[in-house]
T-cell receptor
């Protein structure tokens, strides 16, 4: 079945530094990838949609200059949290799908803690 | 934007009991998906529904896509301890070659008492 690998699983960083999270589709080509953010005991909130080779589409209220998304290939999308602050601490999850397919597969998530 | 109302928010049941949860929406969806999320993990797809009225089973799980396209339910029969987790419904529009964004419900936290 479709597998999405997300790395790292957890990361602790100092305030002001940048953190990169990778999302890879291992056995299929993901033309569309989604990045979500999840706070404790809450649902998934879509941050942005990225299509291979084009700029990501950000949801309202998500700072595109702070959350940089790159979808340079059909199997890899990255989310970089720039100049991280403690309020950026959260659980970030990616999902990937192929065009014209509702086979959404989620990564295992990345727990980011900014200290 | 679109919103999904998922209920109940949480439930405690005895092992062996059946469970039912549902999602409703003010908007029409063309796809309903049910996911389970364990702590510290990403959601895992349980059942996908693509047609209004569709009833689909996956082992002890059964889900239905409402006729109005504005609701869906998930039933779990004979619950076991490993059913513990948070269950999310998600609705997806069909927009041809465009976006396939999902809208998630707020989740149902299930606790199973042995």
């Amino acid at each position: 079945g479709a597998v999405v690998s997300q790395h790292p699983s957890w990361v602790i960083c100092k305030s002001g530094t940048s953190v990169k999270i990778e999302c890879r589709s291992l056995d299929f080509q993901a033309t569309t990838m989604f990045w979500y953010r999840q706070f404790p005991k809450q649902s998934l909130m879509l941050m942005a949609t990225s299509n291979e080779g084009s700029k990501a589409t950000y949801e309202q209220g998500v700072e595109k200059d702070k959350f940089l998304i790159n979808h340079a290939s059909l199997t890899l999308s990255t989310l970089t949290v720039t100049s991280a602050h403690p309020e950026d601490s959260s659980f970030y999850i990616c999902s990937a799908t192929q065009d014209r397919s509702y086979g959404y597969t989620f990564g295992s998530g990345t727990r980011l803690t900014v200290v | 934007g679109q919103q999904l109302n998922q209920s109940p928010q949480s439930m405690f049941i005895q092992e062996g009991e059946d469970v039912s949860m549902n999602c409703t929406s003010s908007s029409i969806f063309n796809t309903w998906l049910w996911y389970k999320q364990d702590p510290g993990e990403g959601p895992v797809l349980l059942i996908a529904l693509y047609k209004a009225g569709e009833l689909t089973s996956n082992g002890r799980l059964t889900a239905q896509f409402g006729i109005t396209r504005k609701d869906s339910f998930l039933n779990i029969s004979a619950s076991i301890p490993s059913d513990v987790g948070i269950y999310f419904c998600a609705g997806g529009p069909y927009s041809g070659a465009g976006s396939y964004q999902l809208t998630f419900g707020k989740g149902t936290k299930l606790s199973v008492i042995p």
